[in-house]
């Protein structure tokens, strides 16, 4: 996005650099990498970086006032309602494309939001691995309002551990080894010395949870929480879990309900020039004649399944469920990224921390990722390169 940035490590690259930088990444854990990490980073002029930061603080005026949670009770799921929600999640991520608008100008454009958390503690390792691979000017940070390495990793601990005894904190995940992510679970014992637990390892005895550590049976005070309910019911081999949907004396981080509220069923409610359009399509009076301007989205899904990008008035007819989908206006991915090929498109997720003390969440860090097919994410991007994971460098 800064030409001159981008012309010197296009110059400067090598693909031998490029893999001396990819084996410092694959010892963080080895074998675990299981998502490809692309070759160059995002360079970000400080207009964008304020265009994301201000759109981001008009859907927090909308998180924050006292209606939203009256606003998205429909948005949980029955069936997934989970006891003890507290007053705010502790983490939010908002995604936003780098998007091109009528004029041809660079612009944000939300693309999804999430009450829920990320690679938080792998991108520590991964950004500080990033910025000496490419060898990053002073006057650039991966991290946000003042934030550093030695900050955000405190400010992470102060949230999910606290002051309690790490063993008493668990990541929470289903059949964590085959999650495409689990770098970051490894990550995180590392930084915060807590255990990962599968939902099939957990025990139930009256009001509170266990698992087993070394042949110990220990009390789970706190769950730093990476489970996406919705994704249990896809789930063969799970067999006879813990319900949680009762109440248990533990505190979640984030609580799962905030999966819910915070998500695509909030982005009807949001008015920014920044946030496309998007409609709940059972409250559409009239269906638009510009179908192939907007994306047909299912409300509870996760990772780009079930999206219709170019829709047409029988994939809305064929909805037998319109109160839990949505229709939002399309944005055009900008060619921003060159490469040595054909240009890459991007998208930023940038992460925020909420103490409970603070009155609003804080923006901190960030992470990145490439595209060259219709949509971000693996399944489009096969047998491609200078796409995948990276991290963006914020102009200071």
């Known amino acids: 996005m800064i030409k001159a940035l981008r012309q010197r490590f296009n110059a400067e690259f090598t693909k031998e650099k490029y893999d001396a930088y990819m084996v410092k990444i694959e010892q963080l854990e080895p074998g675990s990498l299981d998502f490809r990490n692309a070759e160059t980073p995002i360079f970000v002029p400080k207009d964008f970086t304020e265009k994301m930061l201000t759109a981001c603080e008009d859907i927090i005026d909308v998180i924050v006032d006292p209606s939203f949670i009256s606003l998205t009770n429909r948005g949980i799921p029955a069936n997934l309602k989970?006891?003890?929600?507290?007053?705010?999640?502790?983490?939010?991520?908002?995604?936003?494309?780098?998007?091109?608008?009528?004029?041809?100008?660079?612009?944000?454009?939300?693309?999804?939001?999430?009450?829920?958390?990320?690679?938080?503690?792998?991108?520590?390792?991964?950004?500080?691995?990033?910025?000496?691979?490419?060898?990053?000017?002073?006057n650039f940070s991966a991290y946000l309002n003042g934030y550093d390495e030695a900050?955000?990793?405190?400010?992470?601990?102060?949230?999910?551990?606290?002051?309690?005894?790490?063993?008493?904190?668990?990541?929470l995940e289903i059949f964590p080894e085959k999650q495409k992510t689990r770098i970051d679970f490894y990550c995180t014992e590392?930084?915060?010395?807590?255990?990962?637990?599968?939902?099939?390892?957990?025990?139930?005895?009256?009001?509170?949870?266990?698992?087993?550590?070394?042949?110990?049976?220990?009390?789970?005070?706190?769950?730093?929480n990476r489970l996406i309910f919705d994704d249990l019911e896809k789930q063969d081999g799970l067999g006879e879990v813990v319900d949680l949907?009762?109440?248990?004396?533990?505190?979640?981080?984030?609580?799962?309900?905030?999966?819910?509220?915070?998500?695509?069923?909030?982005?009807?409610?949001?008015?920014?020039p920044f946030v496309p359009k998007t409609f709940f399509l059972n409250e559409l009076k009239q269906i638009p004649t510009d179908l192939e301007n907007y994306v047909l989205k299912p409300l509870f899904s996760f990772a780009g399944m079930g999206v219709v990008i170019d829709v047409k008035q029988e994939d809305i007819d064929a909805v037998t469920d319109p109160e839990n989908w949505i229709l939002q206006r399309k944005v055009k991915y900008a060619d921003?990224?060159?490469?040595?090929?054909?240009?890459?498109?991007?998208?930023?997720?940038?992460?925020?921390?909420?103490?409970?003390e603070w009155t609003r969440p804080i923006a901190v860090h960030n992470l990145a990722r490439l595209s060259k097919g219709k949509m971000i994410g693996t399944r489009y991007n096969k047998n491609k390169e200078w796409v995948g994971g990276s991290v963006a460098f914020f102009e200071k």
């Open 336 to 356: 921003v990224i060159q490469t040595p090929d054909e240009p890459a498109k991007a998208e930023i997720r940038l992460f925020y921390f909420w103490k409970d």
């Open 245 to 272: 949907t009762k109440n248990y004396d533990v505190e979640w981080v984030p609580h799962p309900n905030w999966f819910y509220r915070i998500s695509k069923f909030t982005l009807p409610f949001i008015n920014n």
């Open 82 to 138: 989970i006891p003890n929600e507290n007053k705010h999640p502790q983490f939010v991520v908002f995604d936003f494309g780098i998007c091109e608008n009528s004029t041809g100008a660079l612009e944000p454009q939300l693309i999804e939001m999430q009450g829920f958390p990320t690679l938080y503690a792998f991108q520590a390792f991964h950004s500080a691995l990033t910025a000496e691979y490419a060898h990053l000017p002073e």
């Open 190 to 224: 590392k930084l915060l010395g807590i255990k990962t637990v599968c939902l099939t390892k957990l025990v139930a005895e009256g009001n509170s949870l266990y698992y087993e550590d070394k042949g110990e049976k220990i009390q789970i005070k706190r769950i730093y």
């Open 151 to 171: 900050t955000y990793i405190q400010c992470m601990k102060d949230i999910i551990v606290g002051d309690l005894d790490p063993r008493a904190v668990v990541l």
